[in-house]
């Protein structure tokens, strides 16, 4: 069986990237529960509009990612810029990954202590696997 990789990080992107667009609509108990932090939780409990943005924000940006990793895997149209968009993209998830493994054991900065240690290890360890997802995928296709 030959597995596109490419298309497999395009799955995981736009899945991550529903999966934000769900906390927003679960609001503060899903903002709880998949680690934002306690003050992104009680920002949503308050009816503030910052959680919402930014968590908007993160999905739009997954969604790019997505949208590359198709068109690098011939799905979608070839998009502008698609080799060096790919290696960025697979470049942030391996760092995004490995920075978030040790941020908050070396970082008292309020970015970092705001989240909690699981949703660090968590969301850096799913980062880590799907830049390898996307390295694996662009080396395949290149």
């Known amino acids: 069986m030959n597995i596109d990789y490419l298309k497999v990080a395009g799955a995981l ?12 609509v ?10 934002a932090g306690e ?12 959680p919402i943005i930014i968590t908007l924000c993160v999905s739009i940006v997954l969604a790019i990612f997505g949208a590359y990793a198709w068109s690098g895997a011939g799905i979608f149209v070839g998009l502008p810029l698609l080799k060096p ?13 490995a920075v978030g493994l040790f941020a908050p054991f070396i970082s008292s900065h309020p970015q970092v202590t705001q989240n909690s240690v699981s ?9 880590l696997l799907f830049g390898l997802i996307h390295l694996k995928g662009i080396i395949d296709q290149w």
């Open 85 to 97: 968009v790919l290696v960025l993209i697979t470049l942030v998830y391996l760092l995004r990954g």
């Open 119 to 127: 949703f660090w290890i968590y969301s850096s360890l799913i980062c």
């Open 39 to 50: 003050e992104m939780a009680a920002m949503a409990e308050q009816g503030l509009l910052q």
């Open 26 to 35: 679960g609001g503060a108990s899903w903002y709880r529960f998949f680690g």
């Open 13 to 24: 992107s736009f899945f991550a990237s529903a999966m934000h667009l769900a906390i927003i």
